[in-house]
């Protein structure tokens, strides 16, 4: 059956062939002369599709093959089974005409060149890209405006901050208005405003330009401002896909208690997993100083008997519940290898 | 192809702005391959003080000998086509060493450009003039200093058959390049099979007829750098070998569809790194 979504994932799978050294000199002489290889199943077996104007969290813990799956999707590893399409394209059978409608952001690596200006930098991006002069200034122009490029603009890409490189790295991968972009951890390692400011650019960009944005993060609140749905993958599977509401009713039995204590002492008097029988998982008590913070599940102990209990045993100042947020469940799911789906 | 060489131009342009803020580093880079080449011609300049020529005997008796001059001339040369590789096409070094290992190759397969192409054009060498003016000094210095009754078996319109050879001179640098480059591909790091290959081309810039038939076959046909050096050199001296000019091109279109084919393959294989 011909699928028309933007991006159509089937079966997708890589392996990656690694030498096993047994340890010490030894080892290393025999893997030298006789050497032996296991298969490593990187991704293994994933399909979805995404429709044009997404935007994706694409999400899993670290060594999930979140990445090997993006660099399949962008045509730099080839699959070792199943295979992609987007917007009609192969990525590795036609690199060329393909890559023309992606952008592609890796947070940890800059495309730009070291050494050139940024402006000269467009430039260069807009040969390689075939964009005409009109083209060329409207699109500098929006970028300009919503990634705030000007007071860098001229000068060398080495001398930039992080946050600046970033944004000038998000405007080279939208230079020539894809239809696709893909963002590997954009955030990372940057400072509360400048993520703020790339989440609202990254917003107006899908909006205005229409563009499909599949996104890695490994911050939960990139995805909870940015996506409506999510996929998740661990050890090469998917674990879930869906919206992120759907995952969050599922493990909306999760709720956080947290009240001040008038004496910080008065915490040991606070046996919630004796009195309630909590299961290991169901239950986290953060306390800082007088400051403490329950994260519970309902199944176990509903709102109201964690209430009473807590207020029966001591005295507090402030008390306050509210849902478990996204990090939580999502420190759930990975925990759980997504079983619970 | 013209988008190719105007992207060329533009990184040229880029490199040369370089320059102008790296001055230093520009002049460092030059004077050291000055000063090895330096040393190399005073190493000749010393065994030519003990031997009037170099001489090649088949049974005891001399069949051919080269004068300090010749020898000079021929090494000079050499660095002609080595150097313009070099300093367009130096790129290439990197990716054997850490491109490929690192995952930096990613940023070449997403832009909409060959990525042989993209790698090779990225980088404009400036270090290179260093191997060329000394190529250039010892050509001009060796012909102007030589006895006259060898001077006067030069033709200078030989040069022009030699200049039209010269771009597949130079490939055959490339593709040597490219070719163990892309192995990287498969082991990760091939920087030193490529640096293996490349130091061949010593042989080359001496007569062949001084080396055994393994060395000499070696050097004309599997990394054929002897047509790259000593053979055009002598035919410009005394007009032999004018064969060597046809089976330049023919080894060297040979050299470079194969370094193509194992770059396509390897892009394939290409593995990335972990990020």
Redesign the interface.
């Known amino acids: 059956m011909y699928n028309n979504s933007m991006i159509h994932v089937e079966n997708l799978q890589k392996h990656f062939k690694k030498a096993i050294k047994e340890p010490g000199l030894k080892g290393s002489i025999k893997a030298l002369f006789k050497p032996k290889y296991d298969i490593v199943k990187a991704v293994d077996g994933i399909s979805f599709d995404v429709e044009a104007g997404e935007v994706i969290g694409f999400i899993g813990p670290n060594g999930a093959g979140k990445s090997t799956v993006i660099k399949m999707l962008t045509g730099i590893l080839t699959p070792s089974e199943g295979f992609c399409r987007i917007n009609g394209h192969i990525p590795t059978e036609s690199r060329k005409e393909y890559v023309k409608e992606i952008g592609v952001v890796f947070g940890q690596r800059t495309q730009l060149w070291w050494d050139l200006a940024l402006r000269e930098t467009y430039m260069v991006l807009k040969e390689i890209y075939d964009i005409n002069d009109e083209d060329y200034k409207k699109r500098m122009a929006f970028l300009n405006e919503v990634l705030d490029l000007e007071d860098f603009i001229t000068s060398p890409v080495r001398t930039l901050s992080l946050g600046q490189r970033m944004r000038a790295d998000i405007a080279a991968a939208l230079l020539h208005n894809p239809k696709v972009l893909f963002l590997d951890e954009p955030t990372v390692g940057l400072d509360v405003v400048v993520k703020d400011n790339i989440r609202k650019a990254i917003e107006r960009i899908n909006k205005e330009s229409g563009t499909t944005v599949i996104l890695t993060t490994h911050d939960l609140e990139d995805i909870e401002l940015l996506c409506k749905r999510i996929v998740m993958i661990d050890k090469g599977k998917k674990v879930f896909d869906g919206e992120l509401s759907k995952l969050r009713s599922l493990y909306g039995q999760m709720r956080e208690l947290s009240f001040e204590l008038t004496k910080a002492e008065d915490m040991e008097k606070l046996t919630y997993a004796e009195e309630f029988n909590f299961a290991d998982d169901d239950l986290k008590v953060e306390a800082k100083g007088t400051d403490v913070k329950v994260r519970f599940n309902t199944d176990t102990a509903s709102v109201e008997e964690m209430l009473s209990f807590t207020l029966s045993k001591v005295h507090v100042k402030d008390i306050s519940v509210k849902d478990a947020d996204i990090e939580e469940i999502i420190r759930r799911l990975y925990k759980g290898g997504g079983s619970a789906l | 192809m013209r ?1 190719y060489l ?2 060329h131009r ?2 040229i342009a ?1 490199d040369l702005k ?1 320059l102008m ?1 790296y001055k230093v580093d520009f002049l460092l880079g030059a004077i050291g391959f000055v000063l090895v080449q330096a040393v190399k011609v005073l190493t000749l300049g010393i065994m030519f003080a003990a031997i009037p020529a170099l001489t090649y005997k088949e049974g005891g008796v001399v069949v051919d000998s080269w004068t300090f001059n010749e020898v000079l001339f021929i090494y000079g040369f050499s660095l002609i086509p080595k150097g313009i590789d070099h300093l367009l096409f130096d790129n290439l070094w990197g990716m054997g060493y850490w491109v490929v290992a690192k ?2 190759f ?2 070449y ?6 990525s042989w192409f993209y790698v090779l054009t ?1 980088k404009f060498c400036v270090d290179a003039f260093g191997d060329l003016f000394v190529g250039v000094v010892l050509v001009l210095y060796s012909v102007l200093s030589m006895p006259a009754e060898i001077a006067a078996d030069i033709n200078w319109l030989r040069l022009i058959p030699v200049a039209l050879v010269m771009p597949f001179a130079i490939m055959i640098y490339t593709s040597v390049k490219t070719g163990t480059a892309a192995i990287s591909f498969w082991t990760k790091r091939s920087g030193h099979i490529t640096h293996m290959c490349y130091m061949t081309n010593e042989f080359a810039s001496y007569p062949t007829k001084i080396y055994n038939r393994f060395i000499k076959t070696f050097i004309t046909y599997i990394l054929p750098f002897a047509l790259t050096a000593y053979y055009p050199a002598i035919y410009i001296l005394r007009g032999e070998s004018v064969w060597s000019l046809g089976v330049t091109v023919g080894v060297s279109v040979i050299l470079f569809l194969l370094s193509q084919l194992i770059w396509k393959l390897g892009v ?5 790194a ?2």
């Open positions: 988008k105007r992207l533009i990184f880029q370089k803020e995952g930096d990613d940023k397969l997403t832009r909409p450009v060959n990225e394939k294989a290409y593995e990335s972990g990020s």
